[in-house]
């Protein structure tokens, strides 16, 4: 019995570490599209950071993240698989738990020029998840790149 509990704990163990491992790796890249893209409106304009940023197939859209921009007021400007969303307003989104994200997004982006805010997330057949968004303001302007993981 004594052999089982410890089989058991190692297994737990190396859920766990597997787990955490890749929640790490999802943050590393979530943190790093945000980072390149944030510096690429910086350098080449707010035209090229829109236009590089909305790529369907860019290097800001991966088979785990993608990257949004947007500015102060809540404003999408580039979003690479909801086109629809460009120029709309988001502020008042909320989650299905009343989170309204955009309005955390903007206030992370103002006070501290980067961070994470978790929320909830509904994908297109409806199933709901929790997601961590990465948030990283464009240094010298009022706008800020995202990019975000679903938790599993």
């Not at 929640?23 to 409106?41: H, P, R």
């Not at 909305?54 to 990257?67: E, M, N, P």
């Not at 978790?118 to 990019?147: I, L, N």
Request: glycine share 8%.
């Amino acid at each position: 019995m004594k052999k089982f509990v410890v089989c058991l704990t190692l297994l737990f163990s190396c859920f766990v570490l597997v787990g955490n491992a890749m929640a790490a790796g999802f943050e590393d890249e979530c943190i790093a599209k945000c980072k390149e893209a944030a510096q690429l409106v910086k350098d080449k304009g707010i035209d090229a950071g829109v236009t590089e940023i909305s790529k369907k197939d860019g290097k800001f859209v991966s088979a785990d993240t993608f990257v949004i921009l947007f500015n102060f007021e809540g404003v999408v400007m580039a979003h690479p698989t909801k086109p629809d969303t460009i120029g709309k307003n988001r502020m008042k989104d909320k989650d299905s738990k009343g989170k309204a994200y955009y309005q955390e997004y903007v206030e992370v982006a103002k006070t501290k020029g980067s961070g994470w805010v978790e929320h909830m997330w509904v994908s297109p057949d409806k199933k709901e998840f929790q997601k961590k968004t990465y948030v990283q303001r464009v240094e010298g302007q009022d706008m800020a790149v995202c990019a975000g993981y679903i938790i599993k």
